[in-house]
């Protein structure tokens, strides 16, 4: 029996208006199958975007959904997560608007280890707002504001995410659709703030500038150059070189910070 996607999709909002061969919507469908998979309440679940393409995602999304600022996404839910503790807050947005405008509150984020799970969509750019470079951008890479290719080292998410204090970082890619739900109900379920960083394509912004030829040749690029976590460790300095990880890259348990502001608000009502 098939999948039934619809019962989680917004009345009168599909087609979509992601390009053809975005990995977006390979990325929504693996977030609801996890939704569908864990049993959330979608009337108990809250997912936050910013702006940008990737951003777009909660609006077809039959759940409470809070479409912001850019690159504020991460100061919204704070704010439904402190409001409301019991809420599942999910985050959803792209490379630019989590780490660009977005990044000091990432950050933040990710060192109060909040109840919340951040779904970064990595496709290296920015896709909606004109091809710029983002912080994930490649070097060398081209972007409508880099054409003779970017001098600037891209940020590792994952890397930014676990030294920034998150308790639950993950990591894979639009190829390996089957593995994102997965991916994304482990992190729900932790108990702290998570960050599972999807690398995604975008033919249209980034594919065509950097002379993909199709969006397979592109979703092909993602699957060889990606590593499982558990074969990395049989793989040698020289074996790994230019690849990048997948799978539950870190976790660890940690106060969660609603619980022990609750302690803090506990003390004062005391005094």
């Known amino acids: 029996m098939a999948f039934d996607y619809d019962k989680y999709i917004r009345p009168g909002k599909l087609p979509h208006i992601w390009c053809p061969g975005c990995g977006h919507g390979i990325v929504m469908k693996g977030l609801i199958r996890a939704i569908d998979s864990l049993q959330l309440d979608t009337k108990n679940t809250a997912i936050v975007s910013g702006i940008g393409c990737a951003s777009r995602l909660p609006g077809y999304m039959d759940c409470c959904t809070l479409h912001t600022a850019h690159g504020r996404a991460a100061a919204f839910a704070t704010g439904v997560k402190m409001a409301k503790p019991e809420m599942n807050v999910i985050l959803v947005g792209g490379d630019g608007d989590g780490t660009a405008i977005g990044g000091n509150h990432f950050i933040h984020a990710c060192r109060r280890n909040i109840d919340m799970t951040y779904i970064i969509l990595n496709n290296k750019i920015y896709g909606m707002t004109g091809g710029q470079f983002s912080p994930a951008t490649p070097t060398g890479a081209k972007a409508s504001t880099t054409p003779y290719g970017n001098p600037d080292p891209p940020f590792d998410i994952a890397k930014l995410a676990i030294g920034a204090g ?93 619980a022990e502001y609750a302690k803090v608000i506990e003390r004062a009502q005391a005094k």
């Open 166 to 258: 998150a308790t639950f970082v993950a990591r894979g890619t639009a190829y390996h659709a089957t593995q994102i739900d997965k991916l994304i109900a482990e992190a729900i379920q932790h108990k702290g703030f998570s960050v599972v960083e999807i690398l995604d394509d975008c033919p249209t912004t980034y594919g065509r500038r950097n002379k993909f030829k199709s969006v397979i040749e592109m979703m092909n690029h993602l699957k060889e150059t990606s590593v499982p976590v558990k074969a990395a460790e049989k793989m040698t300095a020289e074996q790994l070189q230019g690849k990048v990880l997948t799978g539950v890259l870190y976790k660890e348990e940690k106060p969660e910070y609603t």
